[in-house]
T-cell receptor, first 116, second 113 residues
Framework: GENVEQHPSTLSVQEGDSAVIKCTYS??????FPWYKQELGKRPQLIID?????GEKKDQRIAVTLNKTAKHFSLHITETQPEDSAVYFC???????????????FGRGTQLTLWP | EAQVTQNPRYLITVTGKKLTVTCSQN?????MSWYRQDPGLGLRQIYY???????DKGDVPEGYKVSRKEKRNFPLILESPSPNQTSLYFC????????????FGPGTRLLVL
């Protein structure tokens, strides 16, 4: 099956600075790469996603880039704000047993902490 | 309101006492799955279901059972819980599979003594 590795496991940045979280995947057939944010005590929620036919996608202060050749994708958060403090999970969806309906494999998460 | 619900939200039990965690969604989603979340290990899939009566093992299925008799419900069964199943459990659903937005339930925190 797919193996998703995520780095770093913890990230501390000053408010207003940028944060970058990187993930690699192993299955070249993976074609969907979402990012989920989990605030303390809450459920994970999708913040942005990208499909394999696109190299970059932006939504206000967050962006995701995908390098299919190198099999890695990254989350970029600019002008970080206190509400960005959370755990971020990357994931990759890989076709399962020939089905077009993929399974989703998660990275281990990155705890993003902001300091004033 | 479109949502995924789980019950109970918190549960303390003892080793060997069978328990069921319910999961229900009102979005007519075909795909449902269970994850457990442990510190430093992220979200690991236990079981998933592509549709009614179609279930399959995820990455950590040992000690768990599931059933999908109705489209909206996907209960997780621990027939003989052990302390290593102490964890935070999330149910999730999506329209058709892992390649779409997953909607997570609020989570069930389980402690097995």
């Amino acid at each position: 099956g797919e193996n998703v590795e995520q780095h770093p496991s913890t990230l501390s940045v000053q408010e207003g600075d940028s944060a970058v979280i990187k993930c690699t995947y192993s299955d070249s057939a993976s074609n969907y790469f979402p990012w989920y944010k989990q605030e303390l005590g809450k459920r994970p929620q999708l913040i942005i996603d990208i499909r394999s036919n696109v190299g970059e996608k932006k939504d206000q202060r967050i962006a995701v880039t995908l390098n299919k050749t190198a099999k890695h994708f990254s989350l970029h958060i600019t002008e970080t704000q206190p509400e960005d403090s959370a755990v971020y999970f990357c994931a990759a969806s890989s076709p399962d047993r020939g089905s077009t309906l993929g399974r989703l494999y998660f990275g281990r998460g990155t705890q993003l902490t902001l300091w004033p | 309101e479109a949502q995924v619900t789980q019950n109970p939200r918190y549960l303390i039990t003892v080793t060997g006492k069978k328990l069921t965690v319910t999961c229900s969604q009102n979005m007519n989603h075909e795909y449902m799955s269970w994850y457990r979340q442990d510190p430093g290990l992220g979200l690991r899939q236990i079981y998933y279901s592509m549709n009614v009566e179609v279930t399959d093992k995820g990455d950590v299925p040992e000690g768990y059972k599931v059933s999908r008799k109705e489209k909206r419900n996907f209960p997780l069964i621990l027939e003989s819980p052990s302390p290593n199943q102490t964890s935070l459990y999330f149910c999730a659903s999506s329209q058709r599979g892992g390649g779409e937005t997953q909607y997570f339930g609020p989570g069930t925190r389980l402690l097995v003594l």
